[in-house]
Structure formats: C-alpha cells, structure tokens
C-alpha cells in the first residue's frame, strides 16, 4: 500500500512539473521531427492513428530521443497522449535520413506499447530503473521496429551515434540496445526463422551469441507486440 501511494505521489510531482514542460514550441528541429513522426505513424503504425504525440526539445550528450506518455494525460484524459524529447543538436550532428526514421519508429513503439496497456499496468514500468528489465525493454522495442522492416536503418543510426557519443557511454548503449552486428545476426536468423520473432519478444537476446544460439524448437507463441519477460 505504502508502495502505491508512493508511486502516485511521484506521478503528481511529474505531472506539475511537466505542465510547463508542454509549453508551445515553433523550433525549426520539433517541426522537422514532426513531419518525420508523422510520416513514420501513418506508414507503420495505424494503430496509433488517433493517438497525439507531442515533440519538445531537450539538451542531453548521451540521448537523442526519449519517449513517455504525458502525466496529465495519464491522470486525467480520456485518451493517453505522448511526449516525444528530441536532441536540439540531433540535426546540427547531421544525423542520416533512415536512421532518424528508423529510431523515430522505434520511439513510437514505445507509443504503441503505452497505448496498448492499462493505464494502472504502466506504473510498473517503474521498473526501468532496473538495468536489467531496462535492456530488456529497450530490445524488445528494437525488435519490433526490426519486424516492421527498419532494420537497417537502425543500424545506421547505431553507427552514427557511436560517433557522436562519449566512449565511455558506449558500453551502456550496447547494453540496452541492439549493435549493428547484433542487427545483422538478427535479420539473418528471421529469415530463416521468422517466428523468433515471438520467442525474442518475450525474452530479447542480450547477446550475439545469445542471438545466434536461438531456435524455435521451444517456443511458446505469444502476439507480436507482447511485452518481453
């Protein structure tokens, strides 16, 4: 009980903090990062057809794009509506056309996935600040822009952030994310096996041996965009 009433007060500080946040914004970059969204959305996603998602700017060295769904919206709208944060600098680093659309695609997975919860189901994502069930989430996340063909593109973008990071920050990408390499191994095992794509989701590799050991003698079949673990 304790435990509920905390993460419901922490939910109410967010949600005062965040109504300034959502404040309009007619930056070149959002308006770019919008038109890019939208495109991906109307193109991969239907689902989220009625589903707003809001771009604002934020300043980080390490992250280029974070999503979440609004605190105000949680609390009080009838229909959940997300924020998508974007790097002020993500176009000043010259970042490659289908890598942006195949991160933004893996953003608006995370749309689709808030989206597609109850709304008392999201408080566990609580859990992110678990390394573990972060990596988790995040390939999962990968994985299903992989399965809607922005494979290579997230590779490319993989590629470009590499460059555009501090070394020492590049082994917690690589834990949470997918590497290039790991992308390959991936895209060849589905052509193979394409019904991975199920075992994975539910516990992605963490690997590329991991990904390169995986077989479907023991799968057990769960819809496409369930949750992993």
Do not use: H
């Given at each position: 009980m304790k435990h509920g009433v905390c993460i419901l007060l922490v939910v109410v500080l967010m949600t005062s903090a965040e109504l300034g946040v959502l404040a309009a914004s007619t930056d070149d970059t959002v308006e770019r990062a919008r038109r890019i969204a939208e495109e991906v959305k109307a193109k991969s996603f239907p689902q989220l057809r009625n589903t707003e998602i809001i771009i604002r700017l934020?300043?980080?060295?390490?992250?280029?794009?974070?999503?979440?769904?609004?605190?105000?919206?949680?609390?009080?709208?009838?229909?959940?509506?997300?924020?998508?944060?974007?790097?002020?600098?993500?176009?000043?680093d010259n970042i490659p056309e289908e890598g942006l659309r195949a991160i933004i695609a893996h953003e608006l997975g995370h749309a689709l996935y808030y989206q597609s919860r109850h709304r008392l189901k999201l408080l566990g994502l609580v859990r992110l600040l678990d390394k573990d069930f972060a990596a988790r989430f995040e390939r999962a996340t990968d994985l299903r822009a992989i399965a809607l063909g922005y494979g290579d593109g997230l590779k490319t973008?993989?590629?470009?952030?590499?460059?555009?990071?501090?070394?020492?920050k590049l082994s917690e990408k690589k834990r949470d994310y997918f590497s290039?390499?790991?992308?390959?191994?991936?895209?060849?095992?589905?052509?193979?096996?394409?019904?991975?794509?199920?075992?994975?989701?539910?516990?992605?590799?963490?690997?590329?041996?991991?990904?390169?050991?995986?077989?479907?003698?023991?799968?057990f079949f769960h819809p496409l965009w369930a949750l992993a673990g």
């Open positions: 934020f300043d980080s060295r390490t992250d280029y794009f974070q999503t979440r769904f609004t605190f105000p919206s949680f609390l009080f709208g009838k229909r959940l509506k997300c924020l998508m944060k974007v790097n002020r600098k993500v176009f000043a973008y993989r590629r470009w952030l590499y460059a555009n990071i501090s070394p020492n290039p390499e790991e992308i390959d191994a991936v895209q060849s095992k589905l052509c193979d096996q394409p019904k991975l794509i199920e075992l994975w989701l539910r516990r992605p590799p963490r690997s590329l041996a991991e990904i390169e050991a995986a077989t479907i003698s023991r799968i």
